[in-house]
């Protein structure tokens, strides 16, 4: 069996690399090679790093697939012990009993939160109707592994300050699509969501969903400030 672990909190790592990057295919391949250089200055050998990227790959394709968001962000923490990984959207969450069901080969679902699961150390989901964050650990010496059993967390994991600052780029982008203010020149998040909003089949559909996003970002936002 392998050993009981908690996962750490990202605040007490040594250090991490953090990506924003579009909830896009052909940007997994970019996440996944960060990874791998990142696991192997820290220590891990290859196999070791290639497996992390397969569940980072999984948990990147499962936000393409399901979130209905624009944007990923990807979080590498990096300790003595091991890396943590963090995969976090602004979607519309799922219910998290899925993953407390057993894995079925012959479903047409589960397969890449059972990969998850068997790769790494530790691992813990959080959803909501404001997003997901799946978390996943994976340590440089345990003896013997088995598959993780996912820890689901119910309570809020956005800070008040990310919440504000999702709001703010939410509102930049409507604002770009709108034409109410113009895209800073090079700023790549001004030029990717611009590139998205032109290619989309139904505009006004994006325009409503990033509207939707800022009423609901704002409402939880408000919770939280009668929670503190």
Excluded at 74 to 85: D, K, M, N, Q
């Amino acid at each position: 069996m392998g050993r009981a672990f908690v996962a750490p909190k990202l605040e007490e790592q040594a250090g991490f690399v953090e990506l924003v990057l579009p909830a896009k295919a052909s940007y997994v391949a970019l996440a996944r090679t960060l990874l791998q250089d990142t696991a192997r200055h820290s220590g891990f050998n290859s196999d070791q790093a290639a497996e992390m990227a397969v569940a980072l790959s999984e948990a990147f394709t499962n936000v393409i697939t399901h979130a209905r968001t624009p944007w990923v962000t990807i979080r590498y923490a990096v300790a003595p012990l091991g890396i943590t990984i963090e995969v976090r959207d602004d979607g519309e969450g799922f219910d998290t009993a899925v993953l407390e069901r057993p894995y079925d080969p012959a479903a047409e679902s589960g397969r890449g939160m059972h990969l998850i699961r068997s790769l790494m150390d530790a691992v813990e989901c959080q959803s909501s109707s404001a997003g997901t964050v799946v978390r996943m650990t994976r340590l440089k010496e345990v003896p013997q592994r088995e598959g993780a059993s996912w820890r689901v967390v119910g309570k809020p994991f956005r800070t008040i300050g990310h919440i504000r600052q999702t709001i703010d780029r939410y509102k930049r982008d409507l604002g770009l699509m709108l034409g109410e203010i113009d895209p800073t020149e090079g700023d790549l998040d001004d030029i990717a969501i611009l590139e998205q909003y032109h290619a989309a089949d139904g505009k006004e559909a994006e325009i409503s969903d990033r509207k939707l996003r800022i009423k609901t970002l704002e409402a939880t936002l408000e919770i939280l400030r009668e929670e503190l």
